[in-house]
């Protein structure tokens, strides 16, 4: 029995390590991002939340970031819009169940701030 508790515990390590590194590997694509935003004078305005926090703006945050990998000026960035790809299941709780959000359209560069909050935010929830 031991043994076996053992070996779920190695499991569950060593599956949870690459999303861990993934998430930082993600905030370190948009820090980047961001960064660019400012010298590129991205002109891109963008559906945002205003509250990352509520469950219901969930799809809106995955289509700014739709919209943002189909301007020419982020396709450098297409490892980060791989990356969230493969990171989306852990991130998203249950879509379906989605209502009302309030957004306002901002900056390429606000949203790109709200989206690492809710990158930090989320991946510490699907931690606990």
Same mark, same amino acid.
């Given at each position: 029995?031991?043994?076996?508790?053992?070996?779920?515990?190695?499991? %569950? @390590? +060593?599956?949870? !390590? $690459?999303?861990?590194? @993934? #998430?930082? =590997?993600?905030?370190?694509?948009?820090?980047?991002?961001?960064? @660019? /935003?400012?010298?590129?004078?991205? !002109?891109?305005?963008?559906? /945002? $939340?205003?509250? +990352?926090?509520? #469950?219901?703006?969930? @799809?809106?945050?995955?289509?700014?970031?739709?919209?943002?990998?189909?301007? $020419? %000026?982020?396709? *450098?960035?297409? #490892?980060?819009?791989?990356?969230?790809?493969?990171? &989306?299941?852990?991130?998203? $709780?249950?879509? !379906? &169940?989605?209502?009302?959000?309030? /957004?306002?359209?901002?900056?390429?560069?606000?949203? +790109? =701030? &709200?989206?690492?909050?809710? +990158?930090? &935010? %989320?991946? *510490?929830? !699907?931690? %606990?």
């Amino acid at each position: 029995m031991k043994t076996h508790l053992y070996l779920l515990l190695l499991a %569950a @390590s +060593i599956s949870a !390590a $690459p999303h861990m590194s @993934s #998430v930082s =590997e993600l905030l370190t694509l948009l820090q980047e991002m961001w960064d @660019s /935003t400012t010298k590129d004078n991205l !002109a891109l305005r963008i559906e /945002t $939340p205003d509250n +990352i926090d509520d #469950v219901n703006c969930v @799809s809106t945050i995955f289509e700014g970031t739709e919209q943002l990998k189909h301007n $020419p %000026a982020m396709k *450098k960035f297409s #490892v980060f819009f791989h990356k969230f790809e493969r990171l &989306k299941k852990f991130l998203a $709780p249950n879509l !379906a &169940k989605e209502g009302k959000c309030d /957004t306002e359209r901002k900056t390429a560069r606000m949203f +790109i =701030e &709200k989206l690492m909050t809710f +990158i930090r &935010k %989320a991946s *510490k929830n !699907a931690r %606990a």
